[in-house]
């Protein structure tokens, strides 16, 4: 796939939200499974108060074993996830500890299914 249709496949994904109550959910970060290491980071901008999160995976298979969420604070949320993710999937809704909490990153911890092109990791969140 090239550098142009991912982007613009980024972008339109980017713009939708997960289908169960999407007009809650919002468009907090993206990264793309690079599986250079096992281990990659979505920073999230802004100081929001959000109360839950759903991972959804797109272009390619994608085995989620584990989720840290950082907080504003300092504080983490060890969140064990240990499912295989196929295209336009999503991971359940994930209630964050305490009523609203600031996002500062989420570490995920995956591993690649098959195939050699890369999933890409979009991050909604709810308030």
């Given at each position: 796939m090239t550098a142009r249709a991912?982007?613009?496949?980024?972008?339109?994904l980017a713009a939708s939200a997960p289908t169960a109550g999407a007009a809650e959910w919002e468009f907090i970060g993206t990264q793309q499974a690079n599986f250079k290491g096992d281990r990659d980071v979505i920073k999230v901008r802004g100081h929001e108060?959000?109360?839950a999160i759903r991972i959804c995976v797109e272009?390619?298979?994608?085995k989620m074993l584990d989720l840290d969420v950082v907080y504003g604070?300092?504080?983490?949320?060890?969140?064990?996830?240990?499912?295989?993710f196929e295209?336009?999937?999503?991971?359940?809704v994930i209630d964050l500890k305490g009523k609203r909490r600031d996002i500062d990153r989420i570490s995920m911890v995956y591993s690649r299914v098959r195939g050699q092109d890369p999933a890409v990791v979009f991050v909604y969140a709810m308030r």
């Open positions: 991912l982007l613009s496949a980024l972008a339109l108060g959000h109360r272009m390619a298979p994608l604070n300092g504080e983490r949320q060890d969140i064990q996830v240990r499912s295989q295209p336009g999937s999503c991971t359940r």
